[in-house]
């Protein structure tokens, strides 16, 4: 047996796991389009120079970066949207808004652990063009019709404000050069606790009173809109607080009317590491088992394309984890739901009749029939037992006696009763047999 590995932090996927990745792609897609956006693809190299344009510390630590053969400097994507943006800001025609979805692949030069891979599969969906908070409620809207189609029940989406975290450190009398580092450390409360936050908000050099304030806030949270006036009361004083906390009111009035508050909860100290956020930002979990961590996220990013050299341009969007998802659907023997069962099994009685065995497969292919073939040139009792591991509802045994009559033996797998069909009459008597 060969002991050549895959790269670390990069993975194999076999029938069952591309199966289930399948299955979400195909409901991501069905979701996105219900909501009227269209495809985009882009490359997954991208040259360093634009990649970097996003900025923040985690860029050149956690891109794989390199140089090609012509001397360039150039990098994985590490995420949809920087590719998106440097499209947006060399194709100043497009129509605003202006609505499209992507799934691809991206990189990121990350510690592996369970559920963060270095090679992983997103599905985005972004909005350029509108400045209202109802294009935010829109994409979390979206994520939660993918989470209702995928697993019914269970998911939460906590959704927060980039300018209510800026009104907290005004508030708080944090220095504008250490805020990044002061939301990135909040980000992190449910994984390091208040302890943890504190440290890191010490770390960074973020005042003791500051720290005091900030710890004594980052468990403020709630399902509806009532929390709205401990969020206003928090950020007293703070025209850019209370301006994010309007926004989420408006796209609160939003999921109000959808009826979807249940799966809603604004935390005020949801960040969102991406340095890149000005507003909205949204986070998913699956609230069942196994724990994966975030399955989405996302949020408002009105200053990236003119980071690309565009004009100023409002954009927002969402990313579904797919590659955690499939984690969590395996774990709960998901594929075992989607296997498809076979019409009919070709059991060829020797090497010789496999060309007439595909000959006949083609004809019910062209009809969309689920057909399958043995080609190990196997006895026809081993065949009859594969066909039954294979949920056929129908094996067809060519053999040369019956070719010679003209006919070949239908076998239903069910009753285990045997019927001749006429190859005369192969084409239109048999999908009349299978689908009865």
């Avoid at 390199?66 to 025609?93: M, W, Y």
């Avoid at 998901?334 to 009919?344: F, G, H, I, Q, R």
């Avoid at 006949?360 to 043995?374: H, P, T």
Wanted: proline share 3%; aromatic share 8%.
């Amino acid at each position: 047996m060969s002991e050549l590995q895959t790269v670390r932090g990069m993975r194999d996927l076999l029938g069952p796991e591309m199966e289930i990745r399948n299955y979400l792609k195909s409901i991501a897609v069905d979701v996105f389009t219900c909501y009227g956006y269209e495809p985009l693809d882009s490359p997954a190299m991208e040259l360093w120079e634009t990649l970097s344009a996003k900025g923040g510390e985690e860029v050149e630590a956690e891109t794989f970066k390199f140089t090609d053969k012509g001397d360039r400097e150039v990098g994985l994507r590490f995420d949809l949207t920087v590719p998106l943006a440097r499209i947006v800001a060399s194709n100043l025609h497009l129509p605003k808004p202006f609505k499209r979805y992507a799934i691809g692949k991206a990189w990121r030069y990350d510690r592996p652990q369970a559920g963060r891979y270095r090679e992983f599969l997103q599905a985005d969906a972004d909005i350029i063009g509108s400045d209202s908070p109802a294009a935010d409620a829109e994409v979390v809207l979206l994520a939660l019709e993918f989470a209702r189609r995928t697993f019914g029940k269970d998911y939460i989406v906590k959704v927060n404000n980039r300018k209510v975290l800026r009104g907290l450190i005004e508030v708080a009398g944090v220095s504008e050069n250490l805020a990044n580092g002061c939301f990135r450390a909040m980000d992190k409360l449910e994984k390091i606790g208040k302890n943890g936050v504190q440290d890191e908000l010490q770390k960074r050099g973020i005042s003791e009173s500051a720290t005091e304030f900030l710890l004594g806030v980052v468990g403020v949270k709630g399902k509806n809109k009532a929390i709205f006036s401990e969020f206003r009361q928090i950020l007293k004083g703070s025209k850019i607080g209370l301006e994010g906390t309007a926004e989420l009111e408006f796209m609160a009035d939003i999921f109000d009317s959808c009826e979807v508050n249940e799966y809603i909860e604004f935390d005020i100290s949801l960040a969102r590491g991406l340095d890149y956020y000005t507003g909205p930002v949204f986070e998913g979990k699956y609230l069942g088992e196994p724990d994966v961590g975030s399955i989405l996220a996302g949020g408002r990013y009105d200053n990236l394309v003119e980071k690309f050299g565009g004009p100023s341009t409002p954009a927002t969007g969402i990313s579904l984890g797919l590659d955690r998802i499939v984690d969590i659907l395996l774990e709960q023997d998901y594929a075992s739901k989607l296997e498809t069962d076979l019409d009919v099994f070709f059991a060829p009685i020797n090497r010789d009749m496999v060309k007439h065995g595909m000959r006949l497969r083609n004809i019910l292919v062209e009809m969309d029939f689920k057909c399958d073939i043995d080609l190990m040139d196997r006895p026809l009792g081993t065949l009859l037992e594969l066909a039954d591991s294979k949920n056929a509802s129908y094996t067809i045994i060519v053999g040369e006696r019956d070719l010679k009559k003209g006919v070949v033996s239908l076998r239903n797998m069910k009753t285990k009763e045997t019927e001749t069909v006429n190859l005369k009459e192969f084409r239109n008597a048999l999908p009349e047999l299978l689908e009865r």
